[in-house]
Structure formats: structure tokens, C-alpha cells
């Protein structure tokens, strides 16, 4: 059946560094362009970034641009998150999500890692 | 950049009864809307796709309505397991890609 599986998060201290990373399975990871949305405590879901299915092509939020990146290895069927300059704001669980390339929903998604940024 | 607002915030209802969502963007997204269910410390599910489609496996309890700027989520007749906070989204329909999420409305027992 169609898995996501977030890893790699976790507490860090803020302008620090952390990557997370999204095992997929159970479908075919080549024909469908990915995401991260996060949920910070108490709110709701916001969309951070999204890479398409081949990886060419990415884009960010503004909370995030320019701090975060988003890649992915097809071959690994495997998506990342790499997150710099830690801020406060940033601790929310992160959810990868995953949607055919040509709907602009997310049909897919893992149950979420948690990203603490604390002193 | 289009937004999402969704009505009302909570909603107190009993197993059995109808619940009636809405969902108002804030420039014509045509049918171009989802709804999600997350049910807090699960993975978030697509109900409803392209204003009015059930994705795979949503029972016909559940239903989408609505094009340009208002959206209706209907479900039926509440289930326990339908408990839960339920979002709106949509994507940019022109470069750069963004995708917005309403706030949330969040559907509790009474």
C-alpha cells in the first residue's frame, strides 16, 4: 500500500540546521510532484514547499524561501527538506505530501515529524 | 495571492447529524478547490477533489459543492470517526506555483 514515512526530526536550537527526509512507497514516485506543509501548534496546515515530479522545478513559500530547500532522489524515491537558520516560528510537525503531476491536490501523505526549535 | 477563508471555525454537532462547510475564495479558483479531514497525530486525507469529486475510498457521505468562490463540504450524517478539522486548498493557476490552505473548521461532538 502507499506509504510516506517522515524521519529526521527532532530539537534544535534556533539558527540551527535540520533535515528531514520522506521515504516513499507503494507508488510511482516518478509521476507525482511533491510537497512539505507543515502545521505549527494550535493552527493549521501551511504549505512550505514543492518540487515537481522530476525535480526541475521548485518553489517556497515566502515564510521559508532563501532558508529552506527541498530536493529529491527518484532513484531512492526519497524526498528531503533541509532547514537553515532555525527560527522559533519554524516548530510545527512537517508533513511530505505527495500529488499527480497533473492535479494540483495532494492525494498522498505521510503522518508527520516533528521539528522542535528551542534554547 | 488567493485566500482561503472558512465558516464557521467550530461546529458542535451529534453523530447522525448534517454538517455544512463552507469555504470562500477570495478570486474565482474555478472548480480548482480539495478538502482534506485531519484527524490530529494522523496523515491528513483527500476527500474531495475538484470541488466535487470523492477521491478513492471517501464514503458518498460525503460531498463538495460550489465553483468560482463558494464551496460547500456537506457530510451527510455524521459518523463518530468523521470527528475531526477539515481544510480547503487550492493551487495557483498560473507560474509560480503556491498552494493555500484555508484555516481549518473544526467539526467536535456535542
Known amino acids: 500500500q502507499v506509504q510516506l514515512v517522515e524521519s529526521g526530526g527532532g530539537l534544535v536550537k534556533p539558527a540551527g540546521s535540520l533535515r528531514v527526509s520522506c521515504a516513499a512507497s507503494g507508488f510511482t514516485f516518478t509521476d507525482y510532484h511533491m510537497a512539505w506543509i507543515r502545521q505549527t501548534p494550535g493552527k493549521g496546515l501551511e504549505w512550505i514547499a514543492y518540487i515537481s515530479n522530476s525535480g526541475d522545478t521548485t518553489e517556497y513559500a515566502d515564510s521559508v524561501r532563501g532558508r529552506f530547500t527541498i530536493s529529491r532522489d527518484n532513484a531512492k524515491n526519497s524526498l528531503y527538506l533541509q532547514m537553515n537558520t532555525l527560527r522559533d516560528e519554524d516548530t510545527a510537525v512537517y508533513f511530505c505530501?505527495?500529488?499527480?503531476?497533473?492535479?494540483?491536490?495532494?492525494?498522498?501523505w505521510g503522518q508527520g515529524t516533528l521539528v522542535t526549535v528551542s534554547s | 495571492e488567493i485566500v482561503l477563508t472558512q465558516s464557521p471555525a467550530t461546529l458542535s454537532l451529534s453523530p447522525g447529524e448534517r454538517a455544512t462547510l463552507s469555504c470562500r475564495a477570495s478570486q474565482n479558483v474555478r472548480s480548482y478547490l480539495a478538502w482534506y479531514q485531519h484527524i490530529p497525530g494522523q496523515a491528513p486525507r483527500l476527500l474531495i477533489f475538484d470541488a466535487s469529486n470523492r477521491a478513492t475510498g471517501i464514503p458518498a457521505r460525503f460531498s463538495g459543492s460550489g465553483s468560482g468562490t463558494d464551496f460547500t463540504l456537506t457530510i451527510s450524517s455524521l459518523e463518530p470517526e468523521d470527528f475531526a478539522v477539515y481544510y480547503c486548498q487550492q493551487r495557483s493557476n498560473r507560474p509560480p506555483v503556491r498552494f493555500t490552505f484555508g484555516p481549518g473548521t473544526k467539526v467536535h461532538i456535542k
Open positions: 505530501a505527495g500529488g499527480e503531476m497533473a492535479t494540483a491536490y495532494f492525494d498522498y
